[in-house]
């Protein structure tokens, strides 16, 4: 079993900036392709980011690219996300996701692990 823990969540204005952090126990990080998804009350759970097994490609959910960055060391068993120029509707939960296979890579169904979730609240 692979734990995924998320931190670096918090309230932010509109404007700001935060970074998250997903650490992994498990010591075949750089087996999975990453992700990144958001879940806001009464909404489906939507992709924010990705990135491939070596980091050698990115992925971004068209209402954060140009935004958000995403990177991963796998020496350190870490992905993060550079989350700049929040907005309020970027208000949700967000989850760390680990995908050992090849499907699609934004998509939750593809995603075998995941962590337990870390809030973000941007404030107008």
């Known amino acids: 079993q692979v734990q995924l823990i998320e931190s670096g969540g918090g309230l932010v204005q509109a404007g700001g900036s935060l970074r998250l952090s997903c650490a992994a126990s498990t010591s075949t990080f750089s087996r999975y392709r990453m992700g990144w998804f958001r879940q806001a009350p009464g909404k489906e759970r939507e992709f924010v980011a990705a990135?491939?097994?070596?980091?050698?490609?990115?992925y971004y959910g068209a209402s954060v690219k140009g935004r958000f960055t995403i990177s991963r060391d796998n020496a350190k068993n870490t992905v993060l996300v550079e989350m700049n120029s929040l907005k309020v509707e970027d208000t949700a939960v967000y989850y760390c996701?680990?995908?050992?296979?090849?499907?699609?890579?934004?998509?939750?169904?593809?995603?075998?692990?995941w962590g337990q979730g870390t809030q973000v609240t941007v404030s107008s």
């Open positions: 996701a680990a995908n050992d296979g090849w499907g699609r890579i934004d998509v939750p169904a593809s995603y075998k692990y």
């Open positions: 990135v491939t097994w070596n980091g050698d490609n990115t």
